[in-house]
């Protein structure tokens, strides 16, 4: 009777602790949330996650609880009786400091669990359980304190796929191998973690690996860990300490799409087959990069390969490029060029984009963009931003200053070269063979050289 007692006193101290939301009924008290379309939203006054919706056939899929003061979160006590619903749990910016372990071992239904924007410093091992792995998909930890991150708490995850881990800035500049367990990972956040150097073997078990975002950190070149990475499609190093992209650097990804490094402002140049054997690489972009003034012409394996990858968006917006090479792409199947606010030379090696932005069918004109669109009211003025081609027009009747149109005149193009060139070696090519075709006749009218014919003694 006794147990039973303190059994009762238990739970009547438990359901007194509980926060009521979205309560239909007189007799509770009720704190403010939105309840609607399954999803409970509430901000800025929590103390706990207690809290339970009291809405008929009302079922919780979705939790938001946001810009509260949450200091830990207790197995049991978030959203009680509605755990096994629950399949988006959203804590952000709630100033979490602990959690206790298993606390989300209820939540069977459970696919998301964003605690980014909080205090967390450590996470303990047995917070990811065997029982929350069956289910988790995708795990924001972002925005934390977390100074030295132990991978081997994500040991349990067995089905996640995006995992992010930003702006946890590691102490070392390192963080550990990830575990054989994250073999479905396709997408990892490590953007804004001070990251300086990374172990070669780091990714060795996230085959899966599609989308990597290593923006912001403090790499001096491309890690030669992602060589481990087969399947990787989005690769993003912004804002890295790269000075050159070196030959060869994406060797182990052939599967490559999208090289986005915005801002990096200490990259200068792109070495010879820097981007070489990327055959499914469409995006590249290296805007607002203003020391980036070097690109070599076979950096995408042009020359080498014989043929470029088939790039469709390339930007090189505000960088410090004077010459564009003609043969780094393919650049009639590009179809959105950024290329803008660059010292490009007014001579010769630029002909090939002028003389076209020159002509009254200009194929690059209608393709150009600038990542500045959208405060623009002048869009189809972007070639004048390219320098070379004088002042934007001011009437509709505009015509290009005379000495513009002379500079490239008698330039002539690559293209036009390459064919004449095609031309002279097939010329060649045929009196190899002519001449080939001579000698054998001749060779049946003459005698062949020997010692008798050279009135040579045969005893010599």
């Not at 690996?209 to 790499?219: G, I, P």
């Not at 917006?317 to 090479?325: D, F, Q």
């Amino acid at each position: 009777m006794k147990a039973e007692a303190e059994a009762e006193t238990d739970t009547s101290s438990n359901d007194n602790s509980i926060t009521y939301v979205c309560v239909e009924r007189k007799d509770v008290e009720e704190k403010y949330c939105d309840c609607e379309e399954n999803s409970v939203i509430c901000s800025s006054w929590l103390k706990d996650a207690n809290i339970k919706p009291l809405k008929e056939n009302f079922v919780v899929k979705e939790a938001f609880l946001q810009l509260n003061n949450i200091p830990i979160l207790q197995k049991g006590k978030i959203f009680p009786d509605n755990e096994n619903t629950i399949e988006k749990l959203n804590l952000y910016w709630n100033d979490i400091t602990q959690i206790e372990n298993k606390a989300f071992d209820k939540f069977t239904s459970l696919n998301t669990l964003d605690l980014h924007g909080n205090k967390l410093s450590v996470i303990n091992d047995n917070v990811f359980s065997v029982q929350l792995g069956r289910t988790l998909t995708t795990l924001n930890l972002g925005y934390n304190e977390i100074t030295a991150f132990d991978t081997s708490i994500f040991r349990n995850l067995i089905n996640l796929e995006h995992l992010t881990l930003y702006r946890n800035k590691q102490t070392d500049g390192k963080i550990g191998k990830f575990p054989a367990s994250l073999a479905k990972l396709k997408v990892l956040d490590l953007s804004y973690c001070d990251l300086t150097n990374i172990d070669d073997q780091i990714f060795v078990n996230l085959q899966s690996l599609e989308t990597l975002k290593l923006t912001r950190n403090k790499f001096s070149s491309i890690p030669s860990a992602i060589g481990q990475l087969s399947n990787l499609k989005t690769f993003e190093f912004g804002g890295s300490l790269i000075q050159t992209i070196t030959k060869n650097s994406f060797e182990g990804n052939s599967k490559l799409e999208y090289f986005i490094a915005p801002l990096s402002t200490k990259l200068e140049s792109i070495s010879d087959c820097a981007f070489c054997n990327l055959p499914n690489l469409k995006t590249v972009n290296f805007w607002l990069s203003t020391k980036l003034s070097f690109i070599h012409e076979n950096a995408f394996g042009a020359i080498s390969n014989g043929s470029p990858p088939k790039v469709i968006v390339f930007s090189i917006e505000s960088c410090n490029i004077t010459i564009l090479p003609e043969k780094l792409l393919n650049w009639k199947k590009v179809q959105l060029l950024a290329i803008g606010n660059n010292p490009y030379a007014c001579n010769c090696s630029m002909a090939w984009l002028f003389k076209d932005l020159l002509s009254d069918n200009s194929i690059y004109e209608k393709r150009l963009i600038s990542g500045y669109d959208v405060f623009r009211e002048s869009k189809h003025h972007h070639k004048y931003t390219l320098g070379c081609l004088g002042s934007p027009p001011t009437s509709p009747n505009h015509t290009h200053p005379y000495s513009v149109i002379e500079i490239f005149k008698p330039c002539k193009l690559a293209s036009s070269s390459s064919f004449f060139w095609y031309i002279f070696m097939g010329i060649l090519f045929i009196a190899f063979i002519v001449s080939i075709g001579i000698f054998a006749n001749r060779s049946k009218l003459i005698q062949p050289l020997s010692f008798i014919n050279l009135n040579v003694p045969q005893s010599f």
